[in-house]
T-cell receptor, first 114, second 117 residues
Framework: SQKIEQNSEALNIQEGKTATLTCNYTNYSPAYLQWYRQDPGRGPVFLLLIRENEKEKRKERLKVTFDTTLKQSLFHITASQPADSATYLCALDARYSSASKIIFGSGTRLSIRP | DADVTQTPRNRITKTGKRIMLECSQTKGHDRMYWYRQDPGLGLRLIYYSFDVKDINKGEISDGYSVSRQAQAKFSLSLESAIPNQTALYFC????????????????FGEGSRLTVL
């Protein structure tokens, strides 16, 4: 069955360091992979989208990589700040599927300590 | 004003009661979705709709029904609520691409927290 795993439920790092979150998937061929941020009690907010033919995408302090051979995406936040503390969700988007479903991982809760 | 609005934001009800969660959007998107979120399980898709006449079951549709009253409105109903339907529910919208497929990100509402006693 299709499965998405985010490497850890929680990640705790020091302010200023780079946070790296991992998303692995099996039995799936996504056309796109997306990352969302979710704050407690709020809806997820889109951060970045990367296509299957792209290796890397950047936006300000955020960087996403996508390796379709390893079936893995890495999400990096450089120069992390306490305000980056949140839960981060990865999501896979079906390849040319009329079903148009996006399937989410369970998320990694990131805490940045001052 | 929010692009995707969910009502109610919080609801406590008793087992066996009928509950409706409503979602309206001002983004003009064709595609609308209902997700459920439980701790440690992430977001799971309940139902999705491509337009008013096209409604599809997601991975956990049992015990739920939906109604797409208009392009901008998509309601989720629990006909007879049970305690394991206690969760945070999210409505989301998405744009349709020129080719007819989906493109881009989901836009989420702020969520409806439902507690079934």
């Amino acid at each position: 069955s299709q499965k998405i795993e985010q490497n850890s439920e929680a990640l705790n790092i020091q302010e200023g360091k780079t946070a790296t979150l991992t998303c692995n998937y099996t039995n799936y061929s996504p056309a796109y992979l997306q990352w969302y941020r979710q704050d407690p009690g709020r809806g997820p907010v889109f951060l970045l989208l990367i296509r299957e033919n792209e290796k890397e995408k950047r936006k300000e302090r955020l960087k996403v990589t996508f390796d379709t051979t390893l079936k893995q995406s890495l999400f990096h936040i450089t120069a992390s700040q306490p305000a980056d503390s949140a839960t981060y969700l990865c999501a896979l988007d079906a390849r040319y599927s009329s079903a148009s479903k996006i399937i989410f991982g369970s998320g990694t809760r990131l805490s940045i300590r001052p | 004003d929010a692009d995707v609005t969910q009502t109610p934001r919080n609801r406590i009800t008793k087992t066996g009661k009928r509950i409706m969660l409503e979602c309206s959007q001002t983004k003009g998107h064709d595609r609308m979705y209902w997700y459920r979120q439980d701790p440690g399980l992430g977001l799971r898709l309940i139902y999705y709709s491509f337009d008013v006449k096209d409604i599809n079951k997601g991975e956990i549709s049992d015990g739920y029904s939906v109604s797409r009253q208009a392009q901008a409105k998509f309601s989720l109903s629990l006909e007879s609520a049970i305690p394991n339907q206690t969760a945070l529910y999210f409505c989301a919208t998405r744009e349709r691409s020129f080719s007819g497929g989906a493109v881009g990100e989901l836009f989420f509402g702020e969520g409806s927290r439902l507690t079934v006693l």
